[in-house]
């Protein structure tokens, strides 16, 4: 038997015309991606380029291996299919290139054998995954999707690329009929399309449908910067250029040196907050995902992302035609002509769209810095901040209550001041609910009665503490939470301790990933972490008791924020003697309760309340106590028990009130 391989160019007479084809769409293609690149750049300066070995290990596992993609197992699949036979189709179509034109000895022997068998399997493959895409997008027809002209452009081109390629694959096997045909089954099996053809039909055949092919193929690659199928470049590029600091610390300005504070102009969003936008696959995952958007409040993150894409595509060109005409370019704010107020308001920075985001797009910075402009700018805001800015001014907390009644929760305690005792292994952080708020204080005197029973050394600040700044830095009050933080840095500082605890999440979050940025490092535990220790070593003895079902409801700042989600779940499991009966969504995939991104501080007028969606959804799961390890998720929480007339059905406690009902004596 002859070795296996196959003539290269088969008959095409004056096949080196595919070069000049391929030069011009690589031309049109450069021109595409250059008009692109030009708008990034006209975004600010951002390091991206930091810990290369980190970024190429990203781009790596999700940019190329996409996992990232199989976090939603249906249409992650059908992805890896479509990616996985476009890759391997290409690869092979070069292994081509490189025989023809470089004489290099490569389709040959067995190496072609199982060549041709993977193409095939690949490209049966890619065109399942095309099917599927079609199926679902317009059958299936989930709201997430779009369904626009570009959409309908990108399946065609891709499915006749690959039926055209089988055809004269088949046409070929047909007319040279090698003894290895069935080394390419797809192939072999059209050619049986041709059994009673002549060879000149066949031939020909193949000759019109190998132009044809070259044609639309060439046509797809001078196409893809001008569809959404850039994201072939820009979403493994955003992948390596993806944040590596703490999962949702938010840039900071500085406040001497800044000339605007946040977006007035799209030329003030970063270069690579811009490529983000390139980026964007309008896969939908983030709007199935957001608790506004399922709340039926005006906010979509992929609606805000593709918003803002557009309006960089109108607004670029113009600012670029103003800078080569030397005229002076007036600010032009993204809110109001891309995206509106409803929009960036309703946000509560649960980071649940960038966690479900399979190409690393950062929502929350862009939402945020058009909040700064808003408020440190224009002084638009919704009124009711107006509060929670002047008390986190004046009295350093967002409910505007006097300072010296920040101690009040502690009255009969006798719980110890840090200026009495100012070295201690814990410095206890209470934050503002649970110094002022009359449900979160029993959180407080929960565990301040743990601690105690434990013999832990702790101490707080008393009227020393102010707010942790959380309220103000994600409701856009930029200058206010710098404020707040650096003068607890400097109370922090005049004492000695070995750790930060806390109850609140947005303490924890920000006292341990942003005060960084300022000079503030400190090592801080959550009360959920320290409680699970203390009863790992022996330190609390505990009465569990079953006492109905108990449902634990993730902190958005406490899970997807800062991945903490055993510690809690190991101390209500010590605490009722069963585990947790975990609600549909949970962990990461957590529903938010409604409290963040200073949204506690806010009027819901929109839609529906986000806190009875999720106590709704407690109640279906059959739990009659939900625990969690927030006080601004309690309160929530509870309201939403209350207003829907199920405070009777569910109670609603921290895991710290659970314990210290459970401990011994």
């Known amino acids: 038997m002859p070795i296996p391989t196959r003539e290269i160019y088969w008959n095409i007479q004056g096949y080196n015309i595919l070069y000049a084809v391929f030069i011009i769409a690589l031309i049109i293609f450069a021109y595409g991606f250059y008009r692109r690149y030009r708008l990034w750049r006209l975004g600010g300066p951002e390091r991206r380029i930091d810990q290369v070995s980190k970024r190429l290990w990203s781009l790596f596992r999700d940019g190329l291996a996409q996992i990232s993609v199989l976090k939603e197992a249906s249409p992650g699949l059908m992805h890896i299919a479509i990616y996985g036979g476009f890759v391997v189709l290409t690869i092979g179509t070069i292994l081509v290139l490189l025989q023809a034109d470089f004489s290099l000895q490569i389709l040959y022997g067995s190496f072609y054998l199982w060549y041709s068998l993977i193409l095939d399997l690949f490209g049966v493959l890619f065109l399942l995954g095309l099917l599927y895409a079609a199926f679902r997008r317009y059958i299936l027809r989930p709201e997430r999707l779009n369904r626009l002209a570009d959409d309908a452009v990108i399946l065609s081109l891709l499915f006749i690329i690959g039926v055209s390629g089988f055809i004269i694959e088949g046409a070929r096997l047909a007319a040279t009929q090698p003894a290895w045909a069935a080394w390419s089954p797809v192939g072999q099996w059209i050619a049986s399309w041709f059994a009673s053809a002549s060879p000149a039909a066949i031939a020909a055949t193949h000759r019109y449908t190998w132009w044809f092919h070259l044609l639309i193929s060439m046509g797809f690659i001078a196409y893809i910067p001008f569809s959404k199928l850039f ?58 995902q957001c608790p506004a958007f399922n709340s039926r409040k005006p906010l979509s993150p992929k609606k805000i992302i ?64 058009l909040r700064r402009a808003r408020v440190m700018m224009d002084s638009q805001f919704p009124q009711e901040l107006n509060t929670a800015f002047r008390g986190l001014e004046t009295n350093a907390n ?27 292994d814990y410095l206890w952080f209470v934050g503002c609910a649970g110094c002022y708020d009359d449900r979160a204080r029993d959180i407080s005197r929960a565990l301040a009665t743990i601690l105690q029973k434990a013999g ?26 710098q404020m707040l933080a650096e003068e607890n840095m400097a109370t922090f500082k005049q004492y000695t301790f070995k750790k930060i605890l806390t109850a609140c999440p947005h303490g924890y979050h920000m006292i341990k990933n942003e005060y960084r940025q300022f000079g503030g490092e400190f090592e801080v ?141």
């Open 231 to 288: 994201h072939i470049f820009t979403a493994p590029a955003n992948q390596f250029f993806k944040t590596l600091q703490p999962k949702g610390q938010l840039a900071a300005i500085d406040m001497e040196k800044a000339e605007n504070f946040g977006v007035t102009d799209l030329t003030q969003f970063t270069w690579k907050q811009l490529l983000d936008l390139d980026a964007c696959t309008e896969c939908g995952r983030c709007q199935d």
């Open 306 to 369: 593709i918003d803002l894409q557009t309006h960089m595509s109108d607004r670029g060109v113009q600012v670029l035609q103003l800078k080569k005409k030397g005229e002076e370019i007036a600010s032009e704010s993204p809110v109001g002509t891309a995206v509106a107020d409803d929009e960036i308001w309703a946000c509560t920075t649960c980071m649940a769209c960038q966690h479900h985001c399979p190409v690393a797009i950062e929502h929350i910075q862009k939402i945020v810095d």
């Open 398 to 424: 967002p409910w505007n209550m006097g300072q010296d009644a920040r101690a009040d929760w502690m009255q009969g305690l006798n719980i110890p001041l840090m200026a009495e005792n100012p070295q201690v």
């Open 456 to 481: 832990v050394s702790f101490a707080v600040l008393g009227v020393e503490e102010k707010c942790c700044g959380d309220p103000a830095r994600r409701a856009g009050n930029e200058y206010v939470f």
């Open 525 to 665: 535990i959550h009360h959920s972490e320290l409680i699970a220790g203390l009863i790992k070593d022996g330190k609390l003895a505990l009465r569990p008791e079953k006492a109905g079902s108990v449902t634990y409801h993730d902190s958005c700042y406490l899970g997807r924020y800062n991945d903490i989600y055993l510690a809690p779940r190991t101390v209500l499991a010590a605490a009722t003697g069963s585990g947790v009966k975990e609600l549909p969504r949970s962990k990461e995939k957590s529903f938010c309760c409604g409290a963040g991104g200073g949204r506690m501080f806010m009027e819901e007028t929109l839609g529906d309340r986000i806190n009875h969606l999720r106590v709704q959804e407690i109640a279906d799961s059959g739990a009659s106590v939900v625990a969690s390890a927030c006080p601004f998720c309690l309160d929530m929480l509870d309201d939403g028990a209350k207003e829907k007339g199920l405070e009777e059905k569910i109670k609603v406690k921290d895991i710290a009130q659970i314990v210290a009902e459970k401990m011994n004596g």
